[in-house]
T-cell receptor, first 114, second 115 residues
């Protein structure tokens, strides 16, 4: 089991550019979560999917953020255009539906927007 | 809605000693799970321990144990025989009910272990 795989591990981009973060969940897991971690706001849930369907995107900061899950093994989080305040660590996590709940996190993508 | 509060931004402990990290929570769900996650400087989120709310027995994992007080909505983590490798940020989290298990985190406690 390779765990949850995120890419890239680090991303540095200029303000106004489009950024795409990628996530491959654990095979067999049918829930996927995107979190953002900052010093000021801690860990925030941005969006989560169940069976590839977005269930709750109330945490997405604004229209510049979008997330997709075209199939069970891949998800993207896109920021367009990026702004310096988007700088954070973005985590992807997956879990298997049903009890007991178990959430496995990827290693995160550190995004820096300059 | 569910919320988690960690009132200790920082804690420290001597190696081989015991330390307890505090966590309180609030939820309208009757069925939920509580978690402690560890985040070392590598930033990887590592599950330390998990407690099912309907189980009265406190969960234990080797040197890690919890004190789950359901009526008080308290879920503290005790680390026994602390080791240098325990130094990290610790997050308390809750996921509840018949929903799809959205995980809500506290603000975290930085644990320093002194040799």
């Amino acid at each position: 089991d390779a765990g949850v795989i995120q890419s890239p591990r680090h991303e540095v981009t200029e303000m106004g550019q489009e950024v795409t973060l990628r996530c491959k969940p654990i095979s067999g897991h049918n829930s996927l979560f995107w979190y953002r971690q900052t010093m000021m706001r801690g860990l925030e849930l941005l969006i989560y999917f169940n069976n590839n369907v977005p269930i709750d995107d109330s945490g997405m900061p604004e229209d510049r953020f979008s997330a997709k899950m075209p199939n069970a093994s891949f998800s993207t989080l896109k920021i367009q255009p990026s702004e310096p305040r988007d700088s954070a660590v973005y985590f992807c996590a997956s879990s298997r539906r049903g009890k007991p709940y178990g959430y496995t996190f990827g290693s995160g993508t550190r995004l820096t927007v300059v | 809605a569910q919320t988690v509060t960690q009132s200790q931004p920082e804690m420290s402990v001597q190696e081989a000693e015991t330390v307890t990290l505090s966590c309180t929570y609030d939820t309208s769900e009757s069925d939920y799970y509580l978690f402690w996650y560890k985040q070392p400087p590598s930033r990887q989120m590592i599950l330390v321990i998990r407690q099912e709310a309907y189980k009265q027995q406190n969960a234990t994992e080797n040197r890690f144990s919890v004190n789950f007080q359901k009526a008080a909505k308290s879920f503290s983590l005790k680390i026994s025989d602390s080791q240098l490798g325990d130094a990290a940020m610790y997050f308390c989290a809750i996921a509840g009910g018949t929903s799809y298990g959205k995980l809500t985190f506290g603000q975290g406690t930085i644990l320093t272990v002194h040799p």
